[in-house]
């Protein structure tokens, strides 16, 4: 292993002796052995290795998990920066082998300002594709040192158990104050003294129905409550002490309903909340990714005409319109285009210029279940220069795509993929009547 994995700086002068006493202070532990191989698979200095060796034999000689922890450690580190560390021991905050996306992984990452320079340049419109390369590459140096593991899920990475046990012990050795109870039953929170402690917590896949009144959480910066489907509210003064919250989840619920304290059922009473919700979404003026419902095309253009809109050079979205279920986030999140804007558009009618506006931004979108549009090129051929995925599904009044009389230059120049699916009266791709 350790010569496949280092190469020919194995033969230099005097480094395939120490190579051979790292591997037997390793024990034969295949993740310990790949990754010391893999950190020192460019090194031709023999110092280097007997460095290894001496931080290896630095370790007390524990016995069982102990022992295989220690060598961990180790592992972690010679990770190279700062930034690797704190990314990895962030995975300890999910359950263990848990399929975590990695947009989202890199998002959080990004939030949280674990990625090198990720704030430095907010303005500049690349400032946040920037900071997600950085993410992409720390990630890929993880998974090359085998700290994280490629899911067979596509898009995602996970954490083994033994990895996830020794990144909470680290945790706590330095400090991190990690309350990581994820997946483990609990219908209430942890007591008060171990939030209040904590500075970052995750209490994901649990079966909590209710949440305390207000919580004394000056010191929290990320707080993981998704998929907890029986909670039903949000007290209203909950937050209230959560002065340096950078990242927040709350995916899942039921309903945005349940962000809120007094409330009914009524479809009118959950657009009034999304209109007021959008407002105050509207004035982060430094929102660099949004993930947003909205249920019809009036609480767009509320986003669209806002400070937030105006920097959208330097934003991402997920914007889904119309009265939608929630799988339809789902429908182009299928395709592999990582960190790319995307709005579905579902049970509507007609052509908004709203639609149109953030359409020039969009690179994947979805025409679901639509109505008084007769060709896709209705939204406006010119402002899909940026589109490389589209999706028409159920659209029955749709009978062209592209009404080819008035085009006077080439269109949909980088579109990759166009999927049509149930559309009864198509009649054609590109139409000329002349």
């Known amino acids: 292993m350790v010569k496949e994995k280092v190469g020919r700086s194995i033969h230099f002068p005097g480094i ?78 999910y359950p263990e082998e848990y399929d975590n996306y990695i947009d989202y992984l890199l998002e959080c990452w990004r939030a949280k300002g674990f990625i090198p320079d990720a704030d430095e340049s907010i303005h500049d419109k690349n400032a946040f594709r920037d900071a997600r390369d950085k993410g992409h590459a720390i990630l890929d140096d993880l998974i090359n040192v085998s700290m994280l593991e490629s899911s067979e899920k596509r898009k995602c990475v996970k954490m083994n158990k033994v990895l996830r046990d020794m990144t909470l012990k680290i945790s706590s050795q330095i400090g991190s104050k990690f309350l990581a109870k994820p997946c483990e039953g609990l219908e209430e929170l942890p007591n008060h003294e171990e939030w209040k402690q904590a500075n970052r917590i995750s209490s994901m896949d649990n079966e909590l129905c209710n949440l305390p009144e207000a919580l004394d959480c000056c010191d929290l910066l990320m707080l993981l409550l998704q998929r907890n489907k029986n909670l039903c509210i949000i007290p209203e003064f909950f937050f209230q002490s959560m002065y340096s919250l950078r990242v927040l989840d709350l995916h899942v619920f039921v309903s945005l309903e349940e962000f809120s304290v007094i409330i009914d059922s009524s479809k009118q009473s959950r657009d009034k909340i999304v209109e007021a919700v959008t407002t105050e979404v509207a004035s982060l003026e430094k929102l660099t990714s949004l993930q947003f419902c909205f249920p019809k095309v009036d609480c767009l253009e509320i986003f669209v005409t806002s400070p937030a809109w105006k920097k959208v050079s330097c934003l991402t979205f997920q914007f889904a319109v119309g009265d939608h279920a929630s799988t339809c986030f789902q429908i182009l999140k299928s395709f592999d285009y990582p960190s790319y804007n995307r709005q579905t558009l579902v049970n509507s009618e007609g052509v908004n210029p709203v639609i149109s506006k953030v359409l020039m931004e969009t690179h994947a979108f979805a025409l679901i279940n639509h109505k008084g549009a007769s060709r896709l090129s209705d939204f406006g051929i010119e402002n899909m220069d940026n589109m490389l995925v589209c999706l028409l599904e159920r659209c029955d009044e749709i009978e062209t795509n592209i009404n080819g009389d008035v085009i006077t230059k080439g269109v949909l120049e980088c579109l990759e993929e166009l999927l049509i699916n149930n559309v009864q009266k198509l009649e054609s791709i590109w139409q000329i009547l002349r």
């Open 16 to 93: 395939k002796p120490v190579a051979e006493l790292v591997v037997r202070e390793c024990g034969g532990l295949p993740l310990p052995i790949d990754n010391v191989a893999r950190t020192f698979r460019k090194g031709r200095n023999v110092s280097l290795w007997r460095d290894a060796l001496n931080n290896l034999r630095r370790w007390e000689n524990t016995q069982g998990m102990d022992e295989v922890l220690e060598f961990l450690r180790f592992c972690y580190d010679n990770l190279d920066s700062d930034a690797k560390k704190v990314c990895f021991l962030y995975g300890a905050l």
